[in-house]
């Protein structure tokens, strides 16, 4: 299709050809004001809508099992053995011998709590409508802030409680016994900054052999899962062995542990936001646990969920209301844990 000559540019001035007398024509304002509109118009237009920046990682450190309902609380039962003069020389019988010692078991239930997660979005009807109209949706936007909120919550409620509810989590459990790592460093420093790879190593395998010995060394409750502050891990996973080597200090240590050299399984070491600081006089801490649900997890009794949404004409918007039902941290084995603080 050919183009027409639509008008005249002259002098800051647009006429249209042949308009009649008493026409509408552009002067200097109109100008301005269409300048705006032609930098609207060229304007390349970014879609990439860039949300805050954060990180939440309690999926890959603790086992969730979904499902269960809306509870108050969750019950797990234990039991203990024990035998009449204990299972050394107490079971061993002499000809004539006319009695037996008396195995017997105690079971006891331990409850965990359950807490429901409740949160609402607001969309006014105006700015949907708006919304539409640029082709985004800001119902959208506001459910991926939903699910934001939700996973923040989820990663404080497995790192280390609500103080006003009275729970703690994988780092702060006062049932978890608590060390200080060896003072071996450069100037008998406890931080890993200051030790060499053979040393951060050592440190490493103590804290396993601690926690499994805990648990009388029983195979199934060796730690396979250790936590520790960015900072350190940073340091380990990329400082060399030696300057001539290419083996990082965390490929070291993965490849030197006693869990991968007894029982030729593969040791976890990855970093935790929430370990800076979270140790004795505000020092770096180092967690180690055998992450499986026998020995720990927790309860999505009920996923996010979106719970009801209705229209309200005095607020002119809609409102979404989500719920969740969660339980704490439950941690069945204290004594499989370890907290080594001073790295």
Known sequence: MPFVNA????AGVITRAGAPSGAMTLDAAGIASGGAFLISELEKKDTLIREPLDSFTYPRDIVIEVGGGWVDFISAQGVSYGVTGGSGESPIQ????NGLPVVQASVDKGTFKAHTFGAALRVKWVDMQKS???GRSLEQLLTDGMRRTYDKHMDQNVY???????????INDAN???TTAAATGTGSSTEWADKTPEQILQDVNDALTAAWAAAEYDESAIPNHVIIPYSCFTRVATTKVTELAEKTILKYILENNILTLTKGKELFIGGCKWLDGAGAGSTNRMVVYNNDKRFVKMDELVPLTRAMTQPNATSFCYDTAYAANLSEVQIFYPQT???VDGI
């Open 337 to 339: 844990f370890l907290y």
């Open 160 to 170: 280390v409680g609500f103080t006003n509810f009275g729970t703690t989590g994988l």
């Open 176 to 178: 978890v016994t608590a």
């Open 94 to 97: 002499a000809g004539g011998s």
């Open 7 to 10: 008008g005249n540019f002259d």
């Open 132 to 134: 539409n109209f640029v």
